[in-house]
T-cell receptor, first 115, second 111 residues
Framework: DVKVTQSSRYLVKRTGEKVFLECVQDMDHENMFWYRQDPGLGLRLIYFSYDVKMKEKGDIPEGYSVSREKKERFSLILESASTNQTSMYLC??????????????FGPGTRLTVL | GQQVMQIPQYQHVQEGEDFTTYCNSSTTLSNIQWYKQRPGGHPVFLIQLVKSGEVKKQKRLTFQFGEAKKNSSLHITATQTTDVGTYFCAGDYNQGGKLIFGQGTELSVKP
């Protein structure tokens, strides 16, 4: 069974703080993703990575950065947290089957509140 | 750019009634996937549709992929309280594993 874990289920931070969200997968997947989930907006892609040290911007990268130093770990960084970054953050991974047809496996999510 | 629209946003049904959610893509898809997120949980993969006109069934759930590979639907027959959750479609445009998720349909079932 694929397991994707996230460092915290709940996190409360103050405006201006630097925030690190960690994600680890144990199935040697090539691809990893960070989404944020807000009511009525579905899952919006922030960043994804298809290999170590490789990253691509998703649909809403502003205010975020990522790091992938090891294949199993993908970190999302909020350089200076703001209240509009209060959200549920979901990490996912996929194998990267050639010719697409990847399915994604999600972590439990981190609910971040920025005060 | 690619966009996947999903309707309705919410659906409230009486237990035993049917439920359908629809997804529409602005451009042709390589494949479409469906995920379910239980309340308080995370999205879990349900099924993938690849071929034009494909229909797949999982017990009371029927998934369809349109002939033009631009739309899809999920139909649940005789809903049960265990069907409660948010159903997402996700479009694959053959972009190295990246998926475009619809907004989701939140289903509530009244016993």
């Amino acid at each position: 069974d694929v397991k994707v874990t996230q460092s915290s289920r709940y996190l409360v931070k103050r405006t201006g703080e630097k925030v690190f969200l960690e994600c680890v997968q144990d199935m040697d997947h090539e691809n990893m993703f960070w989404y944020r989930q807000d009511p009525g907006l579905g899952l919006r892609l922030i960043y994804f990575s298809y290999d170590v040290k490789m990253k691509e911007k998703g649909d809403i990268p502003e205010g975020y950065s990522v790091s992938r130093e090891k294949k199993e770990r993908f970190s999302l960084i909020l350089e200076s947290a703001s209240t509009n970054q209060t959200s549920m953050y979901l990490c996912a991974s996929s194998l990267h089957v050639r010719g697409s047809r990847d399915t994604q496996y999600f972590g439990p999510g981190t609910r971040l509140t920025v005060l | 750019g690619q966009q996947v629209m999903q309707i309705p946003q919410y659906q409230h049904v009486q237990e035993g009634e049917d439920f359908t959610t629809y997804c529409n893509s602005s451009t042709t898809l390589s494949n479409i996937q469906w995920y379910k997120q239980r309340p308080g949980g995370h999205p879990v993969f349900l099924i993938q549709l690849v071929k034009s006109g494909e229909v797949k069934k999982q017990k009371r759930l029927t998934f369809q992929f349109g002939e033009a590979k631009k739309n899809s639907s999920l139909h649940i027959t005789a809903t049960q309280t265990t069907d409660v959750g948010t159903y997402f479609c996700a479009g694959d445009y053959n972009q190295g594993g990246k998926l475009i998720f619809g907004q989701g349909t939140e289903l509530s079932v009244k016993p």
